[in-house]
Protein backbone atom coordinates (compact mmCIF):
# COMPACT_ATOMS: atom_id res chain seq x y z
CA UNK A 1 0.00 0.00 0.00
CA UNK A 2 1.82 3.08 -1.51
CA UNK A 3 0.77 6.39 0.42
CA UNK A 4 0.94 4.66 3.78
CA UNK A 5 0.44 5.87 7.14
CA UNK A 6 2.89 5.03 10.12
CA UNK A 7 0.33 2.82 12.90
CA UNK A 8 2.31 0.63 15.13
CA UNK A 9 2.73 -2.11 13.01
CA UNK A 10 4.12 -0.50 11.25
CA UNK A 11 6.13 1.96 13.30
CA UNK A 12 8.13 4.98 11.67
CA UNK A 13 11.70 5.49 12.16
CA UNK A 14 12.72 9.08 13.73
CA UNK A 15 15.68 10.79 14.86
CA UNK A 16 14.36 9.46 18.55
CA UNK A 17 13.77 6.27 17.63
CA UNK A 18 10.82 4.39 16.38
CA UNK A 19 7.49 6.76 16.87
CA UNK A 20 4.24 3.86 17.16
CA UNK A 21 0.95 5.07 16.32
CA UNK A 22 -1.56 3.83 18.39
CA UNK A 23 -5.28 4.16 16.82
CA UNK A 24 -7.80 4.05 20.30
CA UNK A 25 -11.12 2.75 19.26
CA UNK A 26 -13.88 5.16 18.92
CA UNK A 27 -11.56 7.60 20.27
CA UNK A 28 -11.58 6.38 23.86
CA UNK A 29 -9.06 6.41 26.36
CA UNK A 30 -10.80 4.85 29.06
CA UNK A 31 -8.36 5.58 32.68
CA UNK A 32 -7.05 1.84 32.80
CA UNK A 33 -6.00 2.01 28.67
CA UNK A 34 -4.23 5.31 29.75
CA UNK A 35 -2.03 4.05 32.99
CA UNK A 36 -1.40 0.93 31.13
CA UNK A 37 -0.20 3.40 27.74
CA UNK A 38 1.83 5.53 30.42
CA UNK A 39 3.81 2.51 31.37
CA UNK A 40 4.30 0.96 28.11
CA UNK A 41 5.29 4.63 27.15
CA UNK A 42 7.89 4.09 29.77
CA UNK A 43 9.09 1.07 29.53
CA UNK A 44 9.61 0.76 26.05
CA UNK A 45 9.92 4.36 24.41
CA UNK A 46 11.20 7.67 26.23
CA UNK A 47 8.30 8.53 27.94
CA UNK A 48 7.10 10.68 25.31
CA UNK A 49 3.58 10.90 24.33
CA UNK A 50 2.58 12.50 20.78
CA UNK A 51 -1.35 13.32 20.07
CA UNK A 52 -1.94 12.92 16.52
CA UNK A 53 -4.07 15.48 14.27
CA UNK A 54 -6.09 12.64 13.20
CA UNK A 55 -7.27 11.40 16.97
CA UNK A 56 -4.19 8.92 17.53
CA UNK A 57 -1.90 8.77 20.17
CA UNK A 58 2.09 8.66 19.26
CA UNK A 59 4.41 6.56 21.67
CA UNK A 60 8.24 8.39 20.69
CA UNK A 61 11.05 6.64 21.01
CA UNK A 62 10.23 3.33 20.76
CA UNK A 63 13.62 1.15 20.54
CA UNK A 64 14.01 -1.93 17.32
CA UNK A 65 14.41 -4.50 20.00
CA UNK A 66 11.04 -3.25 22.56
CA UNK A 67 8.93 -2.77 19.57
CA UNK A 68 7.83 -6.65 19.73
CA UNK A 69 7.09 -6.19 23.67
CA UNK A 70 5.17 -2.72 22.83
CA UNK A 71 3.14 -4.75 20.61
CA UNK A 72 2.45 -7.39 22.80
CA UNK A 73 1.24 -4.64 25.59
CA UNK A 74 -0.80 -3.05 23.17
CA UNK A 75 -2.67 -6.46 21.70
CA UNK A 76 -4.21 -7.07 25.58
CA UNK A 77 -5.22 -3.54 25.54
CA UNK A 78 -7.21 -4.46 22.23
CA UNK A 79 -5.47 -1.55 20.11
CA UNK A 80 -3.67 -3.78 17.64
CA UNK A 81 -4.91 -5.23 14.14
CA UNK A 82 -5.18 -8.28 12.54
CA UNK A 83 -2.66 -7.05 10.29
CA UNK A 84 -1.27 -3.70 8.74
CA UNK A 85 -3.65 -3.45 6.12
CA UNK A 86 -6.47 -3.09 8.65
CA UNK A 87 -4.48 -0.78 11.04
CA UNK A 88 -3.73 1.46 8.00
CA UNK A 89 -7.60 1.43 6.95
CA UNK A 90 -8.91 2.13 10.74
CA UNK A 91 -8.65 5.99 10.35
CA UNK A 92 -11.51 6.79 12.19
CA UNK A 93 -12.02 10.06 13.66
CA UNK A 94 -14.88 10.55 16.10
CA UNK A 95 -16.24 14.21 17.73
CA UNK A 96 -15.35 13.73 21.12
CA UNK A 97 -18.92 15.63 21.81
CA UNK A 98 -20.54 12.39 22.14
CA UNK A 99 -23.51 11.05 24.75
CA UNK A 100 -23.81 7.45 25.51
CA UNK A 101 -26.62 6.12 22.95
CA UNK A 102 -26.40 8.88 20.50
CA UNK A 103 -25.04 6.93 17.35
CA UNK A 104 -21.28 8.37 17.44
CA UNK A 105 -19.66 5.14 19.08
CA UNK A 106 -22.38 2.50 17.37
CA UNK A 107 -20.93 4.16 13.53
CA UNK A 108 -17.55 4.00 14.75
CA UNK A 109 -18.10 0.50 16.19
CA UNK A 110 -19.67 -1.03 12.77
CA UNK A 111 -17.30 1.05 10.70
CA UNK A 112 -14.35 -1.08 12.03
CA UNK A 113 -15.37 -4.08 12.49
CA UNK A 114 -16.83 -4.11 9.03
CA UNK A 115 -13.13 -2.68 7.55
CA UNK A 116 -12.57 -6.33 6.55
CA UNK A 117 -15.90 -5.87 3.39
CA UNK A 118 -13.89 -2.79 2.11
CA UNK A 119 -11.33 -2.62 -1.45
CA UNK A 120 -7.59 -1.78 -0.78
CA UNK A 121 -7.88 1.97 -0.29
CA UNK A 122 -5.22 4.75 -0.04
CA UNK A 123 -3.53 4.63 3.43
CA UNK A 124 -4.63 8.08 4.39
CA UNK A 125 -8.06 7.47 3.13
CA UNK A 126 -10.52 8.29 6.44
CA UNK A 127 -13.41 8.51 7.76
CA UNK A 128 -15.19 11.51 10.13
CA UNK A 129 -18.36 10.21 12.61
CA UNK A 130 -19.65 13.93 13.19
CA UNK A 131 -23.26 13.84 14.20
CA UNK A 132 -23.90 16.18 16.59
CA UNK A 133 -26.43 19.20 15.88
CA UNK A 134 -23.45 20.85 15.01
CA UNK A 135 -20.36 19.81 13.07
CA UNK A 136 -16.78 19.89 14.68
CA UNK A 137 -14.43 17.55 12.54
CA UNK A 138 -14.74 19.53 9.20
CA UNK A 139 -11.71 20.86 9.37
CA UNK A 140 -9.87 17.42 10.22
CA UNK A 141 -8.72 15.31 7.59
CA UNK A 142 -11.67 12.28 6.29
CA UNK A 143 -12.99 11.75 2.97
CA UNK A 144 -16.49 10.27 3.47
CA UNK A 145 -18.30 12.12 6.58
CA UNK A 146 -21.17 10.85 8.40
CA UNK A 147 -22.48 14.35 9.68
CA UNK A 148 -26.14 15.32 10.55
CA UNK A 149 -28.23 17.28 7.43
CA UNK A 150 -31.39 19.18 7.63
CA UNK A 151 -33.65 16.22 8.55
CA UNK A 152 -31.40 13.78 9.53
CA UNK A 153 -28.33 11.93 9.31
CA UNK A 154 -26.17 11.70 6.02
CA UNK A 155 -22.86 10.54 4.51
CA UNK A 156 -21.19 12.69 2.45
CA UNK A 157 -18.11 12.46 -0.10
CA UNK A 158 -15.38 15.04 1.17
CA UNK A 159 -15.67 18.25 -0.88
CA UNK A 160 -19.29 16.95 -2.25
CA UNK A 161 -22.12 19.58 -0.84
CA UNK A 162 -24.51 16.62 -0.42
CA UNK A 163 -24.89 13.43 1.06
CA UNK A 164 -27.25 10.50 1.33
CA UNK A 165 -29.58 10.08 4.13
CA UNK A 166 -29.06 7.38 6.65
CA UNK A 167 -30.03 6.13 9.98
CA UNK A 168 -27.32 5.02 12.42
CA UNK A 169 -28.22 1.51 11.64
CA UNK A 170 -27.84 2.20 7.69
CA UNK A 171 -24.40 4.48 7.95
CA UNK A 172 -22.18 2.21 7.17
CA UNK A 173 -24.39 0.55 4.27
CA UNK A 174 -23.66 3.87 2.39
CA UNK A 175 -20.05 4.53 3.49
CA UNK A 176 -19.38 0.89 1.92
CA UNK A 177 -21.42 1.80 -1.12
CA UNK A 178 -19.44 5.51 -1.34
CA UNK A 179 -15.55 3.86 -1.25
CA UNK A 180 -16.83 1.34 -3.32
CA UNK A 181 -17.60 4.39 -5.93
CA UNK A 182 -14.91 6.22 -5.21
CA UNK A 183 -12.65 2.66 -6.01
CA UNK A 184 -14.55 2.41 -9.02
CA UNK A 185 -14.77 5.82 -10.62
CA UNK A 186 -10.69 5.51 -10.49
CA UNK A 187 -10.16 7.58 -7.12
CA UNK A 188 -7.08 5.21 -6.71
CA UNK A 189 -3.91 5.93 -8.71
CA UNK A 190 -0.51 3.97 -8.08
CA UNK A 191 -1.56 3.28 -4.49
CA UNK A 192 -2.51 7.12 -4.02
CA UNK A 193 -5.61 9.59 -3.91
CA UNK A 194 -8.13 11.44 -2.01
CA UNK A 195 -11.79 11.77 -1.98
CA UNK A 196 -11.71 15.39 -2.75
CA UNK A 197 -9.52 15.22 -5.74
CA UNK A 198 -11.59 12.21 -7.34
CA UNK A 199 -14.41 14.99 -6.53
CA UNK A 200 -12.34 18.15 -8.25
CA UNK A 201 -11.91 16.15 -11.47
CA UNK A 202 -15.38 15.86 -11.55
CA UNK A 203 -16.32 12.71 -11.08
CA UNK A 204 -20.63 12.37 -9.63
CA UNK A 205 -21.30 10.42 -6.78
CA UNK A 206 -24.57 7.95 -7.00
CA UNK A 207 -27.74 9.67 -6.91
CA UNK A 208 -28.53 9.54 -3.48
CA UNK A 209 -25.58 11.01 -2.56
CA UNK A 210 -26.74 14.08 -4.19
CA UNK A 211 -30.03 14.31 -2.60
CA UNK A 212 -29.84 16.07 1.08
CA UNK A 213 -27.68 19.54 1.73
CA UNK A 214 -24.70 19.54 4.08
CA UNK A 215 -25.61 21.60 6.62
CA UNK A 216 -23.81 25.17 7.21
CA UNK A 217 -22.33 25.74 9.86
CA UNK A 218 -19.35 28.19 11.47
CA UNK A 219 -15.89 26.64 11.75
CA UNK A 220 -15.50 25.16 15.36
CA UNK A 221 -12.42 26.23 16.72
CA UNK A 222 -11.36 24.14 19.67
CA UNK A 223 -10.67 25.71 23.29
CA UNK A 224 -9.36 24.19 26.73
CA UNK A 225 -12.21 24.57 29.07
CA UNK A 226 -15.47 23.40 30.26
CA UNK A 227 -17.69 21.10 28.02
CA UNK A 228 -20.84 19.71 28.05
CA UNK A 229 -19.26 16.36 28.44
CA UNK A 230 -16.18 17.48 30.97
CA UNK A 231 -13.47 19.72 30.17
CA UNK A 232 -11.06 20.26 27.28
CA UNK A 233 -7.37 20.64 28.09
CA UNK A 234 -4.47 21.09 25.36
CA UNK A 235 -0.63 20.43 25.59
CA UNK A 236 2.15 22.22 24.26
CA UNK A 237 2.84 21.08 21.06
CA UNK A 238 0.46 18.45 21.80
CA UNK A 239 3.30 16.76 23.33
CA UNK A 240 3.23 15.35 27.09
CA UNK A 241 5.07 12.99 29.48
CA UNK A 242 3.73 9.74 30.58
CA UNK A 243 3.92 10.79 34.03
CA UNK A 244 1.32 14.03 32.67
CA UNK A 245 -0.82 10.90 31.31
CA UNK A 246 -0.78 9.18 34.27
CA UNK A 247 -2.13 11.57 36.63
CA UNK A 248 -4.81 12.35 33.92
CA UNK A 249 -6.08 8.72 33.96
CA UNK A 250 -6.12 8.93 38.09
CA UNK A 251 -8.90 11.39 37.44
CA UNK A 252 -11.26 10.55 34.37
CA UNK A 253 -12.06 8.54 31.94
CA UNK A 254 -10.59 10.83 29.21
CA UNK A 255 -11.69 10.98 24.89
CA UNK A 256 -8.83 12.11 22.34
CA UNK A 257 -9.75 14.77 19.72
CA UNK A 258 -8.76 15.71 16.09
CA UNK A 259 -6.91 19.14 17.93
CA UNK A 260 -4.00 17.75 19.70
CA UNK A 261 -6.28 17.66 22.96
CA UNK A 262 -7.72 15.59 25.51
CA UNK A 263 -11.37 15.89 26.77
CA UNK A 264 -11.88 14.35 30.56
CA UNK A 265 -15.18 12.81 30.78
CA UNK A 266 -17.36 14.43 33.43
CA UNK A 267 -14.60 16.49 35.30
CA UNK A 268 -14.05 19.94 36.22
CA UNK A 269 -10.52 21.25 34.56
CA UNK A 270 -7.66 19.64 35.83
CA UNK A 271 -4.75 21.48 37.74
CA UNK A 272 -1.53 18.81 36.64
CA UNK A 273 1.54 20.13 35.32
CA UNK A 274 1.79 20.36 31.53
CA UNK A 275 -2.04 20.37 30.75
CA UNK A 276 -3.48 23.69 29.43
CA UNK A 277 -6.48 24.76 30.81
CA UNK A 278 -6.81 28.55 29.80
CA UNK A 279 -8.16 29.20 26.41
CA UNK A 280 -5.99 32.28 25.96
CA UNK A 281 -2.60 30.59 26.72
CA UNK A 282 0.35 31.52 24.14
CA UNK A 283 1.29 28.25 24.13
CA UNK A 284 -1.76 26.60 22.20
CA UNK A 285 -0.60 29.63 19.10
CA UNK A 286 1.87 27.73 18.16
CA UNK A 287 1.87 24.42 15.90
CA UNK A 288 4.81 23.27 15.56
CA UNK A 289 6.29 19.41 14.24
CA UNK A 290 9.43 17.62 16.34
CA UNK A 291 11.82 19.35 13.94
CA UNK A 292 15.61 18.62 14.21
CA UNK A 293 17.10 16.32 15.69
CA UNK A 294 14.74 14.42 16.54
CA UNK A 295 12.85 13.95 12.87
CA UNK A 296 15.77 13.05 10.75
CA UNK A 297 14.10 14.84 7.58
CA UNK A 298 14.11 18.14 9.68
CA UNK A 299 16.28 21.10 8.76
CA UNK A 300 16.43 23.36 12.37
CA UNK A 301 15.09 22.86 15.52
CA UNK A 302 11.90 24.36 15.70
CA UNK A 303 10.34 24.05 19.34
CA UNK A 304 12.35 26.44 21.60
CA UNK A 305 12.35 28.93 18.63
CA UNK A 306 7.67 28.41 18.93
CA UNK A 307 7.96 28.37 22.40
CA UNK A 308 10.02 31.98 22.20
CA UNK A 309 7.60 33.25 19.99
CA UNK A 310 4.48 32.54 21.33
CA UNK A 311 3.55 35.86 23.08
CA UNK A 312 3.77 37.56 20.00
CA UNK A 313 1.21 35.60 18.66
CA UNK A 314 -1.84 37.43 18.73
CA UNK A 315 -4.42 36.00 20.35
CA UNK A 316 -6.61 33.50 17.70
CA UNK A 317 -3.80 33.14 15.11
CA UNK A 318 -2.05 30.61 14.69
CA UNK A 319 1.67 30.50 13.89
CA UNK A 320 2.80 27.04 12.36
CA UNK A 321 6.69 26.32 12.31
CA UNK A 322 8.03 23.47 10.43
CA UNK A 323 11.39 21.57 10.24
CA UNK A 324 11.08 21.11 6.50
CA UNK A 325 7.96 21.88 3.67
CA UNK A 326 6.10 18.94 4.77
CA UNK A 327 4.67 20.61 6.95
CA UNK A 328 3.20 17.70 9.15
CA UNK A 329 2.08 19.21 12.39
CA UNK A 330 -0.07 21.68 10.04
CA UNK A 331 -0.89 20.34 6.70
CA UNK A 332 -3.32 23.54 6.08
CA UNK A 333 -3.03 26.84 6.00
CA UNK A 334 -1.80 29.02 8.66
CA UNK A 335 -1.88 32.96 9.26
CA UNK A 336 2.01 32.94 9.70
CA UNK A 337 4.37 30.07 8.90
CA UNK A 338 8.26 29.79 9.34
CA UNK A 339 9.48 26.67 7.61
CA UNK A 340 12.97 25.73 8.04
CA UNK A 341 15.73 25.69 5.02
CA UNK A 342 19.22 25.13 4.81
CA UNK A 343 19.68 28.84 5.58
CA UNK A 344 17.35 29.66 8.01
CA UNK A 345 13.73 29.68 7.65
CA UNK A 346 11.32 30.73 4.96
CA UNK A 347 8.16 33.29 6.36
CA UNK A 348 4.79 32.40 4.15
CA UNK A 349 1.67 34.24 4.72
CA UNK A 350 -1.35 32.71 4.68
CA UNK A 351 -0.34 29.77 3.38
CA UNK A 352 1.04 25.81 3.49
CA UNK A 353 4.99 24.84 4.83
CA UNK A 354 5.74 24.62 1.40
CA UNK A 355 4.38 27.81 -0.24
CA UNK A 356 5.60 30.70 -1.83
CA UNK A 357 8.20 32.73 0.57
CA UNK A 358 6.95 36.11 1.56
CA UNK A 359 10.56 36.86 3.19
CA UNK A 360 13.41 34.53 4.30
CA UNK A 361 14.79 35.18 8.36
CA UNK A 362 16.77 33.77 11.27
CA UNK A 363 15.89 32.73 14.11
CA UNK A 364 18.55 35.12 15.37
CA UNK A 365 16.82 37.64 13.69
CA UNK A 366 13.45 36.70 14.72
CA UNK A 367 14.89 36.67 18.26
CA UNK A 368 16.12 39.59 18.49
CA UNK A 369 13.28 41.83 17.04
CA UNK A 370 10.09 39.31 17.52
CA UNK A 371 7.89 42.41 16.61
CA UNK A 372 8.93 41.31 12.79
CA UNK A 373 6.35 38.31 13.50
CA UNK A 374 3.27 41.16 15.02
CA UNK A 375 4.04 42.94 12.27
CA UNK A 376 3.82 39.82 10.16
CA UNK A 377 0.47 38.67 11.60
CA UNK A 378 -1.18 42.48 11.78
CA UNK A 379 0.09 43.54 7.87
CA UNK A 380 -3.29 44.33 5.74
S1 LIG B 1 7.54 18.69 8.83
FE1 LIG B 1 9.53 17.86 8.24
S2 LIG B 1 10.80 18.19 10.04
FE2 LIG B 1 8.71 18.39 10.72
S3 LIG B 1 8.13 16.34 11.45
FE3 LIG B 1 7.49 16.50 9.29
S4 LIG B 1 9.20 15.64 8.13
FE4 LIG B 1 9.97 16.13 10.19
Request: hydrophobic share 45%.
Given at each position: MQGWCPGALRPMLSGDGLVVRVRLRGGRLPKAVALRLADLSRAFGNGLIDLSARGNVQLRGVTEAGHAGLIAGLSELG?????SRLEAMRNIQVSPFWDAGDGHQEIAAELAAR?????ELPGKFGYAVDIGAVPVLRDAAADVRIERGATGLVVRAEGMETGAAVTVGSAVDAVLELVRWFVGAGGVTGGRGRMTALVRRGAVPPARFMAVPMLSAPDFVARPGLVAQGSLVGFEFGQMRAETLAKLAGIADMRVTSWRMLLLEGAALPEVAGVITRADDPALRVVACTGAPACVQGLAPVRDLGRALAAHVPEGAVLHLSG????CAHPAKAAVTLTATPAGFDLIRN???ADAALAHVTADELLARPALLTETFNAP
Open positions: LIDADLVEFPCAKGGTA
